[in-house]
C-alpha cells in the first residue's frame, strides 16, 4: 500500500479539481511550503506511484487524469480511506452471502480482523433493519432490498462530508454511476419544464435515482417501496426521466418495481412544489399551526426575529412534510453535524420547535429535519443571548472546494464554538465588505479594515498558533468593555461574604436568602423556590463551586450574592468552597447569560479557581474577574 503525506494527499487532490495547469508558485503558496518542498513533493508522487502522475508543463503543474484514475482503481485505501469494517460492509452489500476467506482473499485482512470488524458491524446493520449471521465460515446479510439502500445511502451520506478525498470515496459506493451524470439529466429535465427545487431535496433525489441505477441487479422489494403519489406534472417528468436513464444507462435496465420506486422519488422531491386544489384547506391549516408553533418558541427563546421571512419559509418547509406521504429511505442535509457543533443553542430552539410542530401536526421530524429547521431559523433569526463572545471570521480562500472544505473542517474542528465563521471569500474586497472580528486569508491579500492574520491552506501548528493569537487580540477587545460593566452591576459589595462558615447546603442557602432579601434584591418566595430548584438537581459543579438559584425569574433586580466559606460546605455529595447565589429578573437575562457563561468557563480552570478562593476582599474580587473574563472571551 502507498502511503503518502497529508500535504502529498492534499497537493493531489487539489490538482484533480482543475482541468487545467497551475503554477508552482501558486501551489506553494496554497500549502504554505517553499517551491523547493513542492517539487520535493511531486517528485515522490511520481517516483513512488512509478508512473507520472503530476506534469510538469510550460504554463505550471497538472494532474494527468487517465494516470491518476488507474492508480486510484489500483489503491483502493489511498482512493477512498475506508477502514476495515467499511470495506467489509461494502463487500456484503454487493455479496450478502459469502464466507470468511473469501472476505480475507478480496478485503486483504486477516482472519482475526475480519471476524472482529463483523462483530463490530452487527449493531450498525440491525440499525438498518438487516440481519448478520456468522456461523462457522459462513456470513451472510440479508433483509430487504430497502434497507440496503437505505445502509448505502448512509454510506454515501458519510463520505459526502469528507474533507479531502470526498470524490473518490463516493465513487467506491457507486463506482458505475456518476452523481453528476444524474444530477444533469434530472436537472434538465426540472429546468426545461420551468420547476424549482431545493439544492437539499435535488441531492437527495439524485443520490436515490443513483442508488436505484448502482443496485439495479437487486430488484426492490414492491411491497416496502414508497409509492408514487403522482400529479400530472410529476407523472409526465417521472415518465421523461425514466426514458433518459434507460437511454443513459442501457446496460442497468430497471426493474417494474424499481421504475414505480423512481416515480416515487421523483413525486417526494417535486410535488410540495406544485399546487394542488385539493390540499388548499389543510396547507391553511398547517400554515395557522406552525405560525402559532413559531410565536410559541419566539416567545420562549425571546428571539429576534424577522418574522415575515422566517413564518415564509417554515411554513413551506412544514407544509411539505405534511402533504409527504411517505418518507425516502436517503435523507441528507450535511449542514446538521455543524449546526450541532457549532450552534447548540439554535439547535435546541430547532428540536423545541419541532416538538411544539409534533404535538400541534402529527408530523415526525428526523434529526435532518430538524437541522433544515435550525437553518431557517438561523437565516432570520438571532437569539439575543447568542454566543457572541464566539470571534466572528471571514476566511479569503481561492476557489477550489476540497481546500475550502479542508479549511472549514479543520478550523471548526481546532477552535469549535471560539471561531464563528460567516463566510468564505476569494478576495480582499470581498472580506472587506463584511461585518467580521477577524479576517483570515490564505493569499498574499490582507484586509484593510478589520484585523488580519495569514496561514497556509495545510493548517499547521504555526497557523493554529497564529490564528489562536489573533483571535485572543479580538476577543480582548471585543470583551473588555462589555465585561467590566457586567461586573460593575451584577456584584456588590453588601452582598459579598468571606467570614462565613455554614456547616451545609441549606444553611448557605438560608444565609445568602436573608442577605438578598435584606437588601431588598428578591421577595420572600425567593428562597422556597431555590429549594425547590435543589430538589430536582443540586447546582454543585465540578465537586467544588455551587450556583443556587430560583426555578423562575423572581429577582426585582439581578444580583450575584458570593460566599467563599472559611471551610468548605457540605453540598449533597461534595465539599464546595465558592457559592455564587444567583438572583436574576426576566429583564435582565440576555445580558446576564453573556457574564455567567464565561463566569462558569473560568470557575471550571483549576489553577483560577484556586485563586479566586484565596481572594479575600470585593475589590481584588471585583479586579479579578475583569482580568481573568475577558481572558476567556
Known amino acids: 500500500m502507498i502511503l503518502f503525506s497529508e500535504r502529498q494527499a492534499l497537493l493531489l487532490q487539489l490538482l484533480s479539481e482543475v482541468d487545467h495547469a497551475t503554477t508552482g508558485s501558486d501551489l506553494a503558496a496554497l500549502l504554505g511550503v517553499s517551491s523547493r518542498t513542492l517539487r520535493y513533493d511531486i517528485s515522490r508522487i511520481n517516483g513512488v506511484t512509478k508512473i507520472e502522475i503530476i506534469e510538469a508543463t510550460s504554463k505550471g503543474y497538472r494532474i494527468n487524469r487517465t494516470l491518476y484514475n488507474d492508480f486510484l482503481a489500483r489503491n483502493s485505501q489511498l482512493a477512498t480511506q475506508l477502514d476495515h469494517h467499511e470495506r467489509i460492509l461494502l463487500y456484503l452489500l454487493g455479496t450478502p452471502r459469502t464466507d470468511i476467506y473469501d472476505i480475507m482473499r478480496d478485503c486483504f485482512l486477516s482472519e482475526s480482523v475480519t471476524r472482529a470488524a463483523l462483530q463490530r458491524l452487527r449493531p450498525q446493520v440491525e440499525s438498518h433493519q438487516l440481519e448478520l449471521q456468522v456461523k462457522g465460515s459462513s456470513v451472510r446479510l440479508s433483509g430487504a432490498e430497502i434497507s440496503f439502500r437505505r445502509l448505502l445511502g448512509d454510506l454515501v451520506r458519510n463520505a459526502m462530508d469528507v474533507a479531502v478525498g470526498k470524490n473518490e470515496k463516493i465513487s467506491r459506493y457507486l463506482p458505475d454511476i456518476e452523481l453528476d451524470h444524474v444530477s444533469d439529466i434530472l436537472t434538465t429535465l426540472i429546468r426545461d419544464r420551468n420547476l424549482e427545487i431545493d439544492d437539499i431535496r435535488m441531492g437527495n433525489a439524485v443520490v436515490n435515482l443513483a442508488i436505484c441505477l448502482q443496485r439495479f441487479q437487486f430488484p426492490i422489494d414492491p411491497e416496502t417501496a414508497p409509492r408514487a403519489v403522482l400529479n400530472p406534472v410529476t407523472e409526465e417528468l417521472s415518465e421523461a426521466l425514466l426514458d433518459q436513464l434507460s437511454s443513459q444507462f442501457p446496460d442497468r435496465p430497471l426493474s417494474a418495481a424499481d421504475r414505480e420506486y423512481a416515480r416515487a422519488i421523483v413525486a417526494i422531491a417535486l410535488d410540495p412544489h406544485v399546487e394542488g386544489v385539493d390540499r388548499k384547506a389543510r396547507r391553511t391549516g398547517v400554515s395557522d399551526a406552525t405560525r402559532n408553533c413559531l410565536d410559541e418558541t419566539i416567545d420562549h427563546f425571546n428571539l429576534q426575529v424577522d418574522k415575515d421571512k422566517l413564518y415564509e419559509s417554515v411554513s413551506g418547509h412544514v407544509e411539505r412534510l405534511a402533504l409527504q406521504t411517505r418518507a425516502l429511505p436517503y435523507f441528507r442535509n450535511t449542514l446538521q453535524e455543524s449546526l450541532r457543533s457549532r450552534s447548540p443553542f439554535l439547535y435546541d430552539v430547532a428540536v423545541y420547535l419541532a416538538d411544539r410542530l409534533t404535538r400541534a401536526l402529527g408530523i415526525t421530524f428526523s434529526d435532518d429535519e430538524i437541522g433544515l429547521l435550525a437553518i431557517y431559523l438561523g437565516l432570520y433569526s438571532r437569539p439575543v443571548n447568542a454566543d457572541d463572545h464566539a470571534i466572528s471570521a471571514v476566511v479569503i480562500c481561492p476557489r477550489y472546494q476540497t481546500l475550502r472544505d479542508w479549511l472549514l473542517a479543520g478550523l471548526v474542528d481546532h477552535f469549535g464554538n471560539r471561531l464563528q465563521i460567516i463566510d468564505l471569500v476569494s478576495t480582499k474586497s470581498e472580506a472587506d465588505e463584511q461585518d467580521c472580528d477577524l479576517v483570515i486569508s490564505t493569499t498574499d491579500e490582507s484586509s484593510r479594515t478589520h484585523p488580519c492574520v495569514q496561514i497556509s ?85 465540578a465537586r467544588r463551586f455551587a450556583v443556587p438559584h430560583a ?82 472571551e
Open 457 to 541: 491552506a495545510l493548517l499547521s501548528d504555526l497557523d493554529f498558533s497564529a490564528v489562536d493569537s489573533a483571535m485572543l487580540r479580538a476577543a480582548k477587545a471585543k470583551s473588555r468593555t462589555r465585561i467590566a460593566e457586567s461586573v460593575r452591576r451584577f456584584l456588590d459589595p453588601e452582598l459579598f461574604f468571606t467570614d462565613v462558615a455554614p456547616k451545609n447546603s441549606g444553611e448557605a442557602i438560608g444565609f445568602m436568602c436573608d442577605a438578598l432579601e435584606e437588601k431588598g434584591v428578591v421577595p420572600a418566595e425567593f428562597r422556597d423556590s431555590v429549594l425547590l430548584r435543589e430538589t430536582y438537581s443540586p447546582t454543585a459543579f
Open 551 to 632: 426555578m423562575d425569574f423572581l429577582a426585582h433586580r439581578t444580583k450575584v450574592a458570593v460566599l467563599i466559606p472559611d471551610s468548605p460546605i457540605n453540598w449533597e455529595s461534595a465539599d464546595i468552597s465558592l457559592v455564587l447565589m444567583l438572583a436574576i429578573n426576566g429583564d435582565d437575562y440576555d445580558d446576564f447569560i453573556h457574564f455567567y457563561q464565561p463566569l462558569i468557563s473560568l470557575l471550571y480552570d483549576s489553577r483560577l479557581y484556586s485563586e479566586i478562593r484565596k481572594v479575600r476582599t470585593f475589590e481584588k474580587f471585583m479586579s479579578f474577574l475583569d482580568d481573568e473574563l475577558s481572558e476567556t
